[in-house]
């Protein structure tokens, strides 16, 4: 068997990390802070009521959301957040 210097070996594939291909929670929060400054009501019970509707309809097309622990007042809070930021 006769090796070419012209042909180099091919080279095995290293696995990389598998990334997360789901939807994150901030992902979430900036869609709903864009939302809300659309509709210029940025009370803390619009975004709750926005992020339930955003969290079920994903849930209905079957896509996967990282857990999240974000309760009421840290999701508004963080969406104010993007809303005076952005």
């Known amino acids: 068997m006769t090796i070419s210097l012209t042909e180099s070996p091919k080279q095995k594939k290293i696995p990389s990390k598998k990334r997360w ?3 994150l929670i901030g ?3 900036k ?3 864009k939302e809300c400054r659309y509709l ?3 009370s803390k019970d619009n ?3 926005i992020t339930k509707a955003y969290l079920k309809q994903l849930k209905k097309d079957g896509r996967t959301i990282m857990r ?3 309760t009421l007042y840290s999701n508004s809070t963080r969406v104010n957040f ?3 930021n952005e």
Do not use: P
């Open 31 to 33: 869609a709903v802070a």
């Open 40 to 42: 210029g009501d940025n």
């Open 27 to 29: 992902d979430i929060q």
């Open 68 to 70: 999240h622990k974000q």
């Open 21 to 23: 291909k789901g939807i």
């Open 47 to 49: 975004i709750t009521m």
């Open 82 to 84: 993007f809303i005076e």
